[in-house]
Each structure stands twice: as structure tokens, then as C-alpha cells.
């Protein structure tokens, strides 16, 4: 695949691309305290990091806390990443003896970035429900439910000697309505993948990158694309970055609203389970394929 530079996404449309910057969003302060706990973390010795395993998962959306990929075949193909993998929401669902005391702004850094992007998340949502042109501002945030599910990814890549025989992470799409993410502004590595060709996305200090996701591009019937994008190792420089993922809740059925279907643009998506569809998306990703 050939390789060239995105340039600036923020003039570029979120339809066409899946993904966007986002500034003046007021969460500067929490992005540095959230990025500074989650590297002290991942400089921890070993040891200490693996007080927080959590060795009885397997499951997507059941495993927690430190590790890298769950093995569940001998066909796997693996990430050169460490991840600390933790659920935000539902409230009452957080495995709290997994969130790190060490360090000791962990904890509270976490909460009050997450909150932040929620809020972060809402405003995007309804602004691209108005750009839609939908009757309600709200259609995508309502479509959450009860018991939505959150969870924060944050990611260490280390420096790899060997870039050209694997990823920091494999080529995917998100199976999320979004993930709002925070990249290191000390080395890039994420790529998006349009028309064959693998755009380098920029570092653009205190900056929100959302990705579009899956169930997003389903509500939208393919209005809004979800991006096939990728990681790449660094020969000489660590990376790190955390990714607040945001989903429908589990139980819930999502399919293209109907005010997106008409004779000329038929329903692109047939109504799905949200936790079916979780299923079959994290058996293809573990794959190394897509859904």
C-alpha cells in the first residue's frame, strides 16, 4: 500500500474520512494529567504493572485490566502493544481493584478525563445528527440506552526492532458509535486507509482525534464512514495513547434510521444485536480481518 501524509483533517469531512480533530473543547488540562498517569504506569516495572492483570477473561468487553492480547488461537495475529483495559461505565460494573493506585493521580485522572469526553462526545454526536438533517438533535445520543457501554484503552507501544514484520496495532475499524482518542504528541504511528492508500495522521498538540465507528456508520446507513486505520511500530521512540471507546448499550438493536432510507439510498444495514455484532467484530479483529 503506498503511504502519504493527511495533512490537516481538520478541513477535511468526517463523512468521507471517519475520522476528525477536534479543538477548543476545554479538556486540555485533564488530556495532560490522564497522558502523564498512563505513562508513569506503563514505567513501572513489571511486577507492579501485574497486580492489575486480570487472567480470567478472554471474552471482548469481559477481559480487564493490565495485559497485551488475549491468545485464543494458534492463528492469532498479535499486537506489539501492552494495554490497560478498564470499564468506565456502566458505573456500577467498574472492576475498581483494577484501576491503578500507582500512580496515585491515576484514578481520579481517569474520571475526570472520561467525563470530559463525554461531554465531548455528546456535542459531536448531536451536531452531526443536525448536519444529517434529522428531526432529533439527540437521535444518536438517545440510541445509547440505559446501561451504554464505556471503556478506556490506553495503549504503550514500545520501541520494536523489527517494524517491518509487525503492527503496534493491526488494521481495523472500531466497533464503537466513537472513540474519542489521545495521541502522544511526541511520536505519530496511526494511520487511516482511503482509496488503497494509507494517509500518516498528523500530531497536532491538544487535539482530539474521534474515530467514527461501526454502529455509527450502521445509524447513519453509511452516511458516516467507519475508517480502516492501523498503528505502526517505532524503530526508536516509544508510544502511547488512550482511547475512550463509547458503544450502544449491548442489549439494544441499532439498524439505519428510517429517515435515511428512500428509494434511492435503500437501507444499507439490516438491524443487528449490538452484543451479536460485538461478538462476530472481536472474533474478526483477533483474526486479523474485518466484519
Known sequence: MRRKNLGHPHHTGSH???????SNHGVDAVMDNMMAASREFFRQPLEEKQRYANLNGGERFQ??????DWVSSLDQIRDWTDRLYLKVEPEDERSIALWPVHPE???????????KCGEV??????????????DDDDYFVEHFGDKPLTDVRC?????????ELVFGLKPHCDATVVTVLLVDDRVGGLQVLKDGVWWDVPIVPHTLLVIIGDQTEIMSNGIFKSPVHRVLTNTKKERLSVAVDYYVDPEREIEPSAQLVNEKRPALYSKVKVKDYFARSYNAFTEGKMV
Open 155 to 163: 495503549s504503550y507501544y514500545p520501541v520494536c526492532p523489527r517494524p
Open 16 to 22: 468521507l474520512w471517519g475520522l476528525l480533530m477536534v
Open 121 to 134: 462526545k455528546d456535542d459531536l454526536l448531536r451536531a452531526m445528527a443536525k448536519l444529517l438533517e434529522l
Open 63 to 68: 477481559f480487564e485490566g493490565y495485559g497485551n
Open 105 to 115: 493521580t491515576f484514578r481520579n485522572a481517569l474520571h475526570e478525563y472520561t467525563k
